[in-house]
């Protein structure tokens, strides 16, 4: 069975940080691009970041650039999201994705480009 295990989510003051990680089973994503997105209550889900397969190429949000890096390690078919200086507008469950296409040259920033997805994981920036 394949899976996206989100974990590192739960409660922060704003200014703090914050690190996400995402344990994919069931296969190996080494040849996906993998991406976080977010979901805060009563918006749509939206691109929060990218990397690709070799983790050469990442695609960050516009609003978020700056204060995310995402990051993945092949060998633990795990990606990270380390986010600073959070604000409390970052309230959201966050979801990992794995792209549905292999070996991209660019990683998606689409989310109906992305088969595969986690159940989340909830974070909270109290102000």
């Known amino acids: 069975q394949v899976q996206l295990v989100e974990s590192g989510g739960g409660l922060v003051q704003a200014g703090g940080s914050m690190r996400l990680s995402c344990a994919a089973s069931?296969?190996?994503?080494?040849?996906?691009?993998m991406g976080w997105f977010r979901q805060a209550p009563g918006k749509e889900r939206e691109f929060v970041a990218a990397?690709?397969?070799?983790?050469?190429?990442?695609y960050y949000a516009d609003s978020l650039r700056g204060r995310l890096t995402i990051s993945r390690d092949n060998a633990k078919n795990t990606v990270y999201l380390q986010m600073n200086s959070l604000k409390p507008e970052d309230t959201a469950v966050y979801y990992c994705?794995?792209?549905?296409?292999?070996?991209?040259?660019?990683?998606?920033?689409?989310?109906?480009?992305?088969?595969?997805w986690g159940q989340g994981t909830q974070v909270t920036v109290s102000s």
């Open positions: 994705a794995a792209s549905s296409s292999s070996y991209a040259t660019r990683p998606t920033t689409k989310r109906d480009e992305y088969g595969y």
């Open positions: 069931g296969r190996s994503f080494s040849g996906n691009a």
């Open positions: 990397i690709s397969w070799g983790g050469r190429s990442t």
